[in-house]
């Protein structure tokens, strides 16, 4: 196998030394344009590559940084992968994706993979109520941003891009309430995370704002919409078409979950909207291809993995953003999963 190139051997074919040859790769001062040219001519016929990591452990910086998700499964976060690869690309970053697999304990893994790879920062979604390991990590120089965080305790100790979970389900809610829906079904995980509690929030107060009842037996708990979201949603509508007073309206905790639904409420002999409207969350691609197209709340993913860039690199930078909170608004895209409550 053939011997690599190195830093030496272009000082050498130009008759300087490597710090000279360091100072041209780096763009430095203090070395004539002449000498530069020499230097730049010497590394072309040589096919001479910086080893970038190397001179990022110098540097005290790696270019890389992690984006830590509890899985890769659903397509929100494949959206969100590739905005956020995107925009640290754009900032002369690569992205290492690590996934925690809804597991604490993988997650503290993943934060010592973290540490030995001398990441510069890392984007994280977390899936443990604990953050004392994550604010440690933020101490040793890493910088850490958090998308939708776990806890408030979490959101007030390291900085986050978020979105306005309160307000995405409220419209929700009052759209349906104003296309004349009274029984309003809420799917939802098991309320782990504060964004779930903050989402059954929105959907309580919209409820509330118009003066309607809040049906328990409405509110549909399922681990199972967390790991299959898709038939999940499918057993939740037989269970909430048999109650005594079912529902004319049912808002999904994602996309996937609503896909599962609308097949459902079809195979029980029930039309969407006619019967059963039905508002997703997240507004994929597909969302506007399916039938009837899906009513969504549509997640501004590209400024999410933008801003959570950004915000790394300010840290990077020096800026001390260790309480810094971004929250997004969402928008209500209506399509035809939504209409007039059966009379």
Known sequence: MARSVTLKDVARKVGVSFQTVSLVINNSHGVAEATRDRVRQAIKELNYTPNGIARGLRKKQSRRIAFVVPSVVDPYTSELITTIEGAARANGYTVTLLISNYSPEQELANVAILRSER???????????????????????????????????????????EIDNIGATF??????????????????????????????????QGIQEYELPIAPELIYVSPDLRTHPAMAGYAAVGDLISLKDPPTAIIALSDITALGVIKAVRDNGLNVPADISVIGFDDLTFSSFIDPPLTSVRQPKGQIGRLAVELLLKMRAGEQLSSQRIVLNTELIIRRSTGPAPR
């Open 119 to 161: 990441v510069d920062g890392a984007i994280i979604v977390m899936v443990g109520e604990d953050h004392k390991h994550l604010v440690s990590l933020a101490k040793e120089g890493i910088a850490v941003v958090l998308l939708d965080p776990a806890t408030i305790a979490s959101r007030e100790a390291l900085p986050s891009v």
């Open 171 to 204: 419209s929700a809610t009052e759209c349906l309430i104003k296309l004349g829906h009274r029984r309003i079904a809420y799917l939802t995980e098991p309320l782990t995370w504060q964004n779930l509690r903050d989402r059954l929030e929105g959907y309580r």
